[in-house]
């Protein structure tokens, strides 16, 4: 066995343990593995060892690694985690099956007008900006109920959770619960929270998707 793959191994296993010690259904928290600017092959023993959700940050190399994967394992999915130019919103709409970073109404409209086009419908989930840092993006606090308001009403987007990154400085869980709260007022079951060094605090306040990548893949390449 490889050390990527004990890793997986250990991650899953640590999922499991924080589901039962919060009280949480097994299974309701699915494991993202982060799998930006790790080659093909490192993925492949990931897929061959189970497991089947993905989170990549850039539409290109996205494109020049996953179609020929989704070939191989059809039942992966992908998702989009970084920003995501609006220019791209076509690729991205073709190629992943979930767009976690939706964060302006620019993204919206294009996204909406690419749905139509292709005739595929990716899952959405807003990333919200927690820490109002002005070098991440994401939708302020204070501005989300309206801006999910607007992608539902003006653009017909079915957006089924929030996505977050708290600040790497400030305790996480403030900024989980947040975005917990943020969901439950606006009738999202989707909360994708939580990375390699917090997952734990994110599915005691409720994750449904953590994301990890360092502590399955190792430091990035």
């Known amino acids: 066995m490889s ?18 010690d919060f009280g949480r259904e097994a299974g309701s928290a699915a494991l993202v593995a982060v799998s930006k600017t790790k080659p093909a092959e490192q993925i492949i023993e ?8 993905f989170g990549e940050n850039y539409v290109q ?22 920003p995501l130019q609006s220019n791209k919103a076509r690729e991205a709409v073709e190629l992943f099956d979930v767009i976690q970073s939706l964060d302006r109404e ?31 993006g994401g939708v302020l606090p204070a501005d989300t109920d309206a801006f999910i308001a607007r ?3 003006v653009h017909g987007l079915a957006i089924e959770g929030l996505m977050c990154i708290p600040p790497a400085d400030e305790p996480p869980s403030p900024h989980f619960g947040l975005l917990a709260k943020i969901a439950a007022r606006n009738g999202l079951k989707g ?31």
């Not at 050390?3 to 999922?15: F, K, M, W």
């Not at 990931?46 to 959700?53: D, H, P, T, Y």
């Not at 190399?61 to 970084?82: N, Q, S, T």
């Not at 994708?192 to 605090?201: F, K, L, P, V």
Request: net charge positive; aromatic share 6%.
């Open 3 to 20: 050390d990527t793959v004990t890793r997986l191994a250990e991650i899953r296993a640590a999922i499991g343990r924080a589901e039962r």
């Open 106 to 136: 620019s993204l919206a409209k294009e996204i909406a007008r690419e749905i139509a086009r292709v005739g595929k419908t990716p899952r959405l989930f807003v990333q919200v900006n927690t820490g109002e840092e002005a070098q991440k």
């Open 151 to 153: 992608c539902r009403e």
């Open 46 to 53: 990931v897929l061959e060892a189970g497991q089947r959700v």
């Open 191 to 221: 909360l994708s929270m939580g990375m390699s060094a917090d997952y734990e605090a994110a599915i005691q306040l409720g994750a449904t998707y953590v994301r990890v990548g360092s502590a399955i893949f190792g430091a990035r390449g």
């Open 61 to 82: 190399e996205a494109k020049a690694k996953w179609p020929a994967l989704k070939e191989r394992f059809p039942d992966a999915e992908l998702h989009m985690i970084g």
